[in-house]
């Protein structure tokens, strides 16, 4: 096994946040403290350099090993394209359910062995292009299957959402593990692990061990990996933590181009993000991680995969029925077992918040009322959540928790909410995250101990609206632009909510709600709205 201790050791004294640095950080995501306006960010060029590989086509001339055995070999083809790749003829969009606007910040290196449809070695993988860009030889003796190892490049994310930005990264990094997971092969073991030590992810990748110093690869962006998941042929023993430290050896592959004016020196908030989100993605008590099964939903096809999108505002009006959302609410239970807890709030004839009932396929009340008007408040003023269907929260995480529960909690209520949405196109039902949440506080909103139980992620649901009746028509007010809205002034004590008792307690909104300027106008067609 290569030596990696270079690469896991303890960093230097005083580089590591502090608790209480991490406290502060999530304190200031959550408040009411608006990002400040910036201009339009366009996306970088791709930074792997040469022409890459086709992935179309490729099944057929797999590498040595390839369906060894007479197993057929994993179609990355098949796989990135129903989960990473640039939708056709959408130009400027990327995956087509991010969490944080289409920012798109999630790269991924692929890092491929025997019994795959492209030849062993490490590749960077380009979504616009659908082209594998080979960056080196496999180690010798790597087991077969493929890893692909989940980075996130931040300087976009943090220009449009300022010091909001790296739970987005999170939110956004999750989505994209839950959608290659739900695109392997129905024959293949397929693992995702969210809590792997960041320096052995970036060894496989082979990237560098610290990409939250701007001087290590001047004039490249640095990446910051984050997840990693592992697909492996049916037949062969899954050992992911033992082929990711097989690929951790000495970087023996391809950097980045650097390009012309981004040697500049990074600005404060995109530095910070950047070392806070490196810190919290350390974990070298644990490099290998925790590998978990991925289920997939049973109605989930390769069809739903192509038609799952982002759906605007007006299409999610009208509630799902109480069995689909029990069955979306244990979907995102069952995502990830280390995962936040879920509740839904629905609108309708009897709106109120639901949690699934324990030990039945049925719902329990936890609140009764109507939830959304709260929500819309605290989801930095997109007033459209008032009028959704549905709303699914993912909560938990409290003000204080160490680094890994933050960065787990994060990573898989990202995956959750990609895994319903996939099942909720599957069931006929339209979608959309919401990722960015203000003074939350949803436990204390319930009577419970405040700064215990937060929102961190939303996934909006709508059904088909009844034969005769047509969705309102949202086109009084203005669509959110791409970095959500500055805050809308939220109180300083959460909504007034009373604790179950006898009766279920009402929730109430906000009184009142002030409104602010909204971002810059986006080029047509260059991004999707949060």
């Not at 890459?52 to 007479?70: D, I, K, T």
């Not at 010091?163 to 999750?174: E, K, S, V, Y």
């Not at 650097?258 to 070298?284: C, M």
Request: with cysteine.
């Amino acid at each position: 096994m290569p030596d990696t201790s270079a690469r896991t050791a303890a960093p230097e004294s005083g580089t590591r946040p502090a608790p209480g640095l991490l406290r502060r950080a999530l304190a200031d995501v959550r408040s009411s403290r608006a990002p400040g306006l910036a201009p339009y960010v366009p996306e970088r060029p791709f930074p792997w350099s040469g022409a890459g590989l086709p992935l179309a086509g490729n099944a057929s001339r797999s590498g040595p090993g390839a369906g060894a055995g007479g197993r057929a070999p994993i179609d990355l083809d098949r796989v990135l394209r129903l989960s990473l790749a640039a939708p056709a003829g959408a130009p400027g969009r990327l995956r087509p359910a991010p969490s944080a606007g289409a920012l798109h910040p999630v790269r991924a290196h692929l890092l491929i062995g025997p019994g795959c449809s492209l030849p062993p070695g490490r590749y960077a993988y380009d979504p616009r292009a659908h082209r594998a860009h080979r960056r080196g030889p496999a180690p010798d003796g790597v087991s077969p299957g493929v890893l692909v190892v989940l980075t996130v490049a931040a300087s976009r994310t943090v220009a449009h959402y300022g010091h909001r930005a790296w739970p987005l990264l999170l939110l956004d990094t999750g989505h994209a593990a839950a959608a290659l997971a739900l695109a392997g092969p129905p024959a293949a073991d397929v693992l995702v692990c969210l809590d792997a030590d960041a320096a052995l992810l970036s060894a496989a990748a082979g990237l560098p061990a610290a990409p939250d110093r701007p001087d290590t690869r001047p004039g490249a962006e640095p990446e910051l990996p984050l997840a990693a998941v592992r697909l492996t042929p049916p037949g062969v023993t899954a050992d992911a933590p033992g082929a990711l430290a097989a690929w951790a050896g000495p970087i023996r592959a391809g950097t980045p181009s650097a390009r012309t004016g981004t040697e500049t020196a990074v600005p404060g908030e995109l530095a910070a993000a950047q070392h806070l989100l490196h810190h919290i993605a350390r974990a070298p008590e644990r490099p290998g991680g925790t590998w978990h099964p991925a289920p997939r939903p049973g109605p989930v096809t390769d069809g739903a995969l192509e038609k799952r999108r982002s759906a605007p505002p007006d299409e999610l009006t009208h509630p799902p029925g109480k069995d689909l959302l029990a069955r979306l609410l244990t979907t995102a239970r069952t995502a990830r077992p280390d995962g936040p807890a879920w509740t839904a709030a629905v609108g309708g004839d009897a709106p109120a918040l639901y949690a699934e009932a324990p030990g039945s396929p049925g719902l329990d009340v936890r609140a009764s009322g109507d939830a959304r008007p709260t929500l819309a408040h605290w989801a930095a003023g997109q007033q459209w959540i008032g009028g959704t269907g549905a709303v699914l929260l993912a909560h938990g995480c409290p003000g204080d928790a160490p680094a890994a529960v933050v960065r787990t909690c994060h990573l898989a209520a990202g995956y959750a909410a990609g895994a319903v949405q996939a099942q909720a196109t599957a069931l006929g039902l339209r979608s959309r995250p919401i990722g960015s949440w203000q003074c939350a506080d949803l436990g204390a909103a319930l009577g419970d101990a405040p700064g215990r139980d937060w929102i961190v992620h939303g996934l909006a649901v709508g059904a088909p609206p009844p034969p005769g009746r047509v969705a309102p028509d949202f086109t009084r007010h203005p669509r959110p632009a791409e970095r959500p809205p500055a805050s809308t002034s939220p109180a300083s004590t959460p909504p007034a909510l009373t604790p179950p008792a006898a009766e279920p307690p009402v929730m109430t909104a906000p009184a009142t709600a002030t409104t602010t300027p909204a971002a810059p106008a986006t080029p047509p067609g260059e991004e999707e709205r949060p």
